[in-house]
Nanobody, 125 residues
Framework: VQLQASGGGLVQAGGSLRLSCQAS????????MGWFRQAPGKEREFVAV????????EYADSVKGRYSISRDNAKKTVYLQTNGLKPEDTATYYC???????????????????WGQGTLVTVSS
């Protein structure tokens, strides 16, 4: 099982990044996919999640209206479009996979079975 996250980098406040997470080694469309982030000295926190089919999603209040999660089951990839970035968005972003039924989604990291290695997003003021 592998989740390969990419797309992070250094960006100025107000800028955008598109994060990608390529999955392999498991049946991708059996899993809802989430993005989490962890800033230095802080706990890992939920960012966004998308259901198996892509029909349902949920966002943390801190990113709602600025971030958008999507997935391409044929490519086994989940994306996180981040717009209007703020310095407080600086963190390592992780993608994760949660075995769920149909449109069910969860936001607690303990529910997730597989994790990627993370990609660093740094937002300068």
């Amino acid at each position: 099982v592998q989740l390969q996250a990419s797309g992070g980098g250094l960006v100025q406040a107000g800028g955008s990044l598109r994060l990608s997470c390529q999955a392999s080694g498991f049946t991708f469309n059996y899993y809802s996919m989430g993005w989490f982030r962890q800033a230095p000295g802080k706990e890992r926190e939920f960012v966004a999640v998308i259901s198996r089919s892509g029909s349902t999603n949920e966002y943390a209040d801190s990113v709602k209206g600025r971030y958008s999660i999507s997935r391409d089951n044929a490519k086994k990839t989940v994306y996180l479009q981040t717009n209007g970035l703020k310095p407080e968005d600086t963190a390592t972003y992780y993608c994760a996979a949660d075995r769920t039924i149909m449109t069910h989604i969860r936001t607690h990291p303990d529910d997730y079975e597989f994790w990627g290695q993370g990609t660093l997003v740094t937002v300068s003021s």
